[in-house]
């Protein structure tokens, strides 16, 4: 309103009036959190996305890599959902074992086998590790991947187990002449049916082909990594390209219906890294696995599959690993209860018991929870009562047999915890 605003002697006096007039700047400045794999402890920092840092195992020839993943911090993975639920591809871990090597100078994967999907929860982290081995007299390490939340809390889950070794003398390749001859084109409609097959729900952030032929057997494909994963600096080859690479091999495997995963893989080399656009050739291998080779733009050679085999994924096993996460604050555990050998020996005059829903020799027998709660209400000393489990009428499968006596004991046990007369009353469940 006039007054002036700047009382440096040197400078002239400014006004409001004089400032000039901006629109309003619709811009964000709070900072992304990106270093998903930022060490989640002490060691020498990788600079790779999930490896956060290399820390030496004291006392041995081993090296233990820690990282931290969570689909806010590579949103990517979002993309990559098996029965629903957002799990790590198998190309990832393959990624990671042929990084880690690759710290030590064994940079060849001999074999990987991924034995549990590594799921990752929709909000928070989980906690990554990568173990490499010491080395055998052939100068071969073991290698590993295990996971467990991010609260630190809960057991470590092994997802992956292999061998490295040092670089080994390959057959060498190249894609340069392109598209190969005598290939016939593949509509790209029909292309990215054989990469977004398997049962699996793929996003657009796993990208899709560019380009694909086909030759006596043999399938050709071009992939180009989004350019939101280019830039995403650190992996040696991005596990969006691997993982795209591998598809058609998910997709020949599907026979029942059921989700596959690329859970078996065997020399697997790398040539050269960063690339962003890959020519992939897929041919057959021994035991109706498939051989993958990825070359660049030019055809020079980027990496190699020797075998790559798809496995279902077993039934509820998706499911069971995010609870494995989402449940890692509970545990199982026991209280003793002094109890004699047999039940047919205690007096239950002497010491005070009864029996729920049946006949147990000359102990008081009560039919509901309700009625025990009014009898301990009214003053009926009990130590403990007992409800022999049923184990399914004649006839009936073990396995409907034990899911009905399992239901029947769970609202069994629901009416004796909401009756709060019974809150020091034991309930034993006796079962066969």
């Known amino acids: 309103h006039g007054t002036p605003i700047n009382w440096h002697p040197l400078l002239p006096h400014t006004t409001a009036t004089d400032l000039p007039t901006y629109p309003f700047q619709h811009h964000r400045y709070w900072l992304d959190s990106t270093a998903s794999a930022a060490a989640s402890g002490p060691g020498r920092a990788t600079g790779h996305p999930l490896l956060g840092a290399a820390v030496p195992v004291a006392g041995g020839d081993e090296l233990l890599f820690t990282g931290r993943v969570s689909l806010r911090a590579h949103p990517w993975l979002d993309?990559?959902?098996?029965?629903?639920?957002?799990?790590?591809?198998?190309?990832?871990?393959?990624?990671?074992a042929v990084r880690a090597g690759d710290e030590v100078g064994v940079s060849v994967l001999d074999e990987l086998t991924v034995t549990a999907p590594l799921a990752l929860p929709d909000s928070g982290a989980v906690q990554l590790q990568v173990r490499v081995g010491a080395a055998d007299s052939a100068g071969r390490r073991a290698v590993t991947v295990h996971s467990r939340s991010d609260d630190g809390d809960g057991p470590w889950t092994e997802h992956a187990g292999g061998t490295l070794s040092a670089t080994a003398v390959g057959v060498p390749f190249d894609l340069a002449a392109w598209p190969p001859a005598g290939a016939e084109a593949v509509p790209l409609d029909e292309a990215e049916a054989l990469l977004d097959g398997a049962k699996v729900s793929y996003g657009s952030a796993l990208g899709a082909p560019r380009a694909a032929w086909r030759r006596d057997g043999?399938?050709?494909?071009?992939?180009?990594?989004?350019?939101?994963?280019?830039?995403?600096?650190?992996?040696?080859?991005?596990?969006?390209?691997?993982?795209?690479?591998?598809?058609?091999?998910?997709y020949a495997s599907q026979a029942d219906g059921a989700a596959y995963s690329a859970d078996e893989w065997r020399g697997v080399r790398l040539y050269a890294t960063g690339a962003s656009v890959v020519r992939v050739r897929i041919s057959e291998a021994d035991g109706g696995a498939a051989r993958v080779q990825l070359a660049d733009a030019s055809g020079g050679p980027v990496a190699e599959i020797r075998s790559v085999a798809a496995r279902a994924v077993p039934t509820g096993a998706v499911s069971a690993s995010a609870h494995r996460h989402h449940d890692a604050l509970f545990q199982v555990g026991w209280a003793p209860l002094l109890l004699p050998d047999t039940l047919d020996t205690v007096d239950a005059t002497e010491v005070p018991w009864a029996v729920l829903g049946?006949?147990?020799?000359?102990?008081?027998?009560?039919?509901?929870?309700?009625?025990?709660?009014?009898?301990?209400?009214?003053?009926?000393?009990?130590?403990?009562?007992?409800?022999?489990?049923?184990?399914?009428?004649e006839g009936s499968s073990p396995a409907a047999a034990t899911h009905d006596a399992t239901r029947r004991a769970l609202d069994l046990t629901r009416a004796w915890l909401a009756d709060d007369r019974l809150e020091k009353t034991p309930l034993l469940i006796l079962t066969t």
């Open 79 to 96: 993309d990559h959902r098996v029965q629903g639920t957002c799990v790590m591809p198998s190309a990832a871990l393959v990624e990671l």
């Open 218 to 250: 043999e399938l050709f494909a071009e992939l180009q990594l989004p350019q939101e994963q280019a830039e995403e600096a650190g992996f040696l080859l991005h596990p969006v390209l691997l993982d795209a690479a591998v598809r058609p091999v998910l």
């Open 358 to 393: 049946g006949e147990q020799g000359g102990a008081e027998r009560f039919a509901t929870p309700e009625e025990v709660g009014a009898a301990v209400a009214a003053g009926r000393a009990l130590r403990f009562v007992v409800h022999r489990a049923q184990t399914g009428t």
